[in-house]
């Protein structure tokens, strides 16, 4: 076994393992915050992420398939890129904090602080990741995000338990220090590698070579998003963490797309042609898994949390179908990248992100909150069945 893959598994069983202390600690964490409470950092903690993965995703997925030098200039472009990013990042951040306060539920001051520095630490935290995987380091990436959950852990139950805090404010703590550690652990390993003498240079150079690698990760990010924005602001205040507890259970494994398509850019190796010739064994294991996992979460979220925080069995149905959907749907956009087919590479995540707002405003209106992942499953639909066009015409 070559070296480069035994620290891909390795990172992935990292990965693993970390995915799923997050989603114990979210369970924990819930269950002392309240339906209410719990609702407001989930917009938080949306807004945060979808705002970094909107500006950054195409940057990051560029310097993975080119791998500039790190003393490169291009590089230092790179890395002046990321600070334009964050200075826009900021002001959007401020724009979604008074929307909500100002038409949803106000937002506590004593928090106001605690946010922006989760936005920005947490925003270092997901490049410098990202930075270590372009650079072969999978295994430490996958250890770092494993040993921040534990400090969070750590910090939340034992550390912070005795003051006398809100626990909104402890939870924000707790991940503020945790991110602070790995990205100065990060930073420094960066900083002291072999041929780190960087210099920052203009960030309009980087951007050039971006055209074309924003799409996909933006439309993945605004989809993965959208339908809490839309029932934040729709639905009542307590659905958004109802429907928050169904997801994360449901989509704990959306990582392993996320994985093949990174080491798929990356070059490692094209699992696409593998999945494609046994497409109905893989949709019918994953439909069993699906199933499962849907059962298991129904009786985990009325056991741990209560019945009141279950939503009907048929969202949660129509949530695992989007989740099989929008895996297909990474992984066939990565592989026509991987294929240098850049018009269906850019537009399909353009028909998703047409489909997906027109179709959920609609269905919405009809169905309730189950219309929100049949209208996303569509439109993924629509997006795969475009991009496959798309390859059989570069035949």
């Not at 990356?266 to 996992?293: C, D, E, H, Q």
């Not at 929100?372 to 991009?387: E, K």
Request: proline letters at 3%.
């Amino acid at each position: 076994m070559s070296a480069s893959l035994l620290i891909q598994k390795r990172y992935l069983a990292a990965k693993v393992i970390a995915t799923l202390l997050s989603l114990v600690f979210a369970f924990l964490y819930s269950r002392q915050l309240g339906i209410i409470n719990r609702s407001i950092l989930i917009y938080v903690f949306t807004l945060s992420s979808l705002t970094w993965i909107v500006l950054t995703s195409g940057s990051t997925l560029t310097l993975r398939k080119l791998m500039p030098d790190k003393g490169s200039r291009d590089f230092g472009s790179f890395l002046a890129l990321m600070i334009v990013e964050t200075l826009i990042g900021i002001t959007v951040l401020t724009i979604g904090l008074l929307v909500f306060s100002n038409y949803k539920t106000t937002i506590p001051g004593p928090l106001i602080a605690l946010i922006y520095a989760y936005f920005l630490l947490s925003g270092f935290a997901m490049i410098l990741v990202e930075i270590l995987i372009t650079y072969l380091h999978y295994l430490f990436s996958g250890l770092i995000e494993l040993v921040a959950v534990v400090i969070q852990l750590s910090l939340f139950f034992i550390i912070l338990e005795p003051l006398e805090l809100s626990i909104a404010s402890k939870l924000l703590l707790s991940f503020n220090v945790s991110y602070l550690i790995i990205c100065l652990r990060m930073a420094q390993l960066i900083i002291s590698s072999s041929g780190m003498n960087f210099k920052i240079s203009s960030p309009i150079n980087f951007w050039k070579a971006t055209k074309g690698s924003h799409l996909l990760g933006v439309s993945l990010g605004i989809v993965d998003r959208l339908d809490r924005f839309i029932i934040a602001f729709y639905f009542p205040t307590g659905t958004l963490a109802k429907y928050s507890a169904m997801t994360s259970l449901i989509s704990y494994f959306r990582f392993l797309p996320e994985f093949f398509s990174r080491i798929m850019i990356s070059g490692f190796i094209l699992p696409y042609s593998i999945l494609r010739k046994n497409r109905v064994l893989v949709i019918s294991i994953f439909m069993a898994a699906v199933s499962t996992i849907i059962l298991v979460s129904r009786i985990f979220i009325s056991t741990f949390l209560g019945q009141e925080w279950l939503l009907p069995i048929t969202i949660f149905v129509a949530f695992g179908v989007q989740e099989i959907l929008r895996g297909a749907y990474q992984i066939s956009l990565n592989y026509n990248s991987k294929l240098n087919l850049t018009f269906s590479t850019s537009a399909a995540p353009v028909l998703l992100l047409l489909v997906a707002p027109i179709l959920s405003s609609l269905t919405v209106h009809i169905f309730g909150l189950i219309g929100i992942p049949i209208a996303f499953s569509l439109a993924f639909i629509a997006s795969i069945s475009f991009a496959a066009v798309g390859r059989k015409d570069a035949r």
